[in-house]
């Protein structure tokens, strides 16, 4: 069955720590790999996909086949960070969000 | 602007009554899809719809139902509502299938919906 988990409901930091939000998946084949972010009283939105090997406000993600994980990673963590994250793989039309992982950034 | 609209943005209603959920894209997308966000299950896809009279079940379908005879629209429809789906719904979109890896998805605002 296709799953995928955030092992930790919440995730608290300090500013300027870094950070690692875990993400496993179990798919059959090869998903495509996305990371949600959702601040506070704001929509969902797009933070980062596997394909595009980017980087956006400071946070990678690196695809590990063998683990089959997508951590989200960010060397040096700011307040405006928290933000509740959500792990996406996509596959055949279908997009499964992970629980979630609440990062609470503290100054 | 670009955007996901949805309405109502908060309803409370009561068990049995039907109820439609709007959602409205005016970025020409062809895909679209409903989700329901709930406290540690985060969001599960209920629907989507590939383009216009294409509709697919996703992971949670039970009690709802979908139409898709416009591409603009999508509407979420609850035949008769149940306490159990007292939740916060999404509706999203997408130029083409997210599978593509390049397409982004944008989501509504968000419903807050109570069945008492």
């Known amino acids: 069955a296709q799953r995928v988990t955030q092992p930790e409901k919440l995730l608290s930091v300090f500013k300027g720590a870094p950070v690692e939000l875990k993400c496993n998946y179990s798919?059959?084949?090869?998903?495509?790999l996305f990371w949600y972010v959702q601040y506070s009283r704001q929509r969902l939105q797009l933070l980062l996909r596997?394909?595009s090997r980017e980087s956006i406000k400071g946070f990678t993600a690196d695809l590990n086949k063998g683990e089959t994980s997508f951590h989200l990673k960010k060397p040096f963590a700011q307040e405006e960070d928290s933000a509740m994250y959500y792990c996406?793989?996509?596959?055949?039309?279908?997009?499964?969000f992970g629980q979630g992982t609440e990062l609470s950034v503290k100054p | 602007e670009a955007q996901v609209t949805q309405n109502p943005r908060y309803l409370i209603t009561v068990t049995g009554k039907k109820l439609t959920v709007t959602c409205s894209q005016n970025?020409?997308?062809?895909?679209m899809s409903w989700y329901r966000q709930d406290p540690g299950l985060g969001l599960r896809q209920i629907y989507y719809?590939?383009?216009?009279?294409?509709?697919d079940k996703g992971d949670v379908p039970e009690g709802y139902k979908v139409s898709r005879k416009e591409k603009r629209n999508f509407p979420l429809i609850l035949e008769s509502p149940s306490p159990n789906q007292t939740s916060l719904y999404f509706c999203?979109?997408?130029?083409?299938?997210?599978?593509?890896?390049?397409?982004?998805?944008?989501f509504g605002p968000g419903t807050r919906l109570t069945v008492l």
């Open positions: 999203a979109s997408s130029r083409g299938r997210v599978t593509f890896g390049t397409d982004t998805q944008y």
């Open positions: 798919y059959s084949g090869s998903p495509e």
């Open positions: 596997h394909i």
């Open positions: 996406a793989p996509a596959k055949g039309g279908k997009l499964i």
């Open positions: 970025m020409n997308h062809e895909y």
């Open positions: 719809s590939m383009n216009v009279e294409v509709t």
